[in-house]
C-alpha cells in the first residue's frame, strides 16, 4: 500500500517562510507519478495550493503564486513546497497527495493522502 508522509510544518510570524517536504513510498508501478500540495482550513473547502507533473511542469493556486514553489526531490516521489511571504490566510492543515497518472491538472483526483501538516501563520 502506497504510504505518503508530510514534514516541516509550524508556526511562523506573518512574512516568513516555511519549507514542507513530502515521500510517497510503496508505488509498484513508479513511471508516471503525479504529487501536489493542498491545504484545508476547518469548515471550510479543500484547496489545491501546487501540483507538479511527471514532466516536471508546476501549476499553483492564484493565491500562492509568486509566493509558493514546488518542487521535486532527487528520489522518486519526493517533493518539497517552499513558502515565503507567508500571510495569515495561509493557515491550514498541508496535506500531500499523489496518483499514477500520465498527467494531471486542476480536476486530478489525487489518490494517495498524507496525515497533514499544520501551518500556522500570526499577524
Known amino acids: 500500500q502506497v504510504q505518503v508522509a508530510e514534514s516541516g510544518g509550524g508556526s511562523v510570524q506573518a512574512g516568513g517562510s516555511l519549507s514542507l517536504s513530502c515521500a510517497a513510498s510503496g508505488y509498484t508501478n513508479s513511471r508516471y507519478i503525479c504529487m501536489g500540495w493542498f491545504r484545508q482550513t476547518p469548515g471550510k473547502e479543500r484547496e489545491e495550493v501546487a501540483i507538479i507533473n511527471v514532466n516536471g511542469k508546476t501549476s499553483y493556486a492564484e493565491s500562492v503564486k509568486g509566493r509558493f514553489t514546488i518542487s521535486q526531490g532527487n528520489a522518486t516521489a519526493t517533493v518539497y513546497l517552499q513558502m515565503n511571504s507567508l500571510k495569515p490566510e495561509d493557515t491550514a492543515m498541508y496535506y500531500c497527495?499523489?496518483?499514477?497518472?500520465?498527467?494531471?491538472?486542476?480536476?486530478?483526483?489525487?489518490?494517495?493522502w498524507g496525515p497533514g501538516t499544520q501551518v500556522t501563520v500570526s499577524p
Open positions: 497527495a499523489s496518483v499514477n497518472a500520465i498527467y494531471c491538472a486542476t480536476g486530478t483526483i489525487f489518490r494517495y
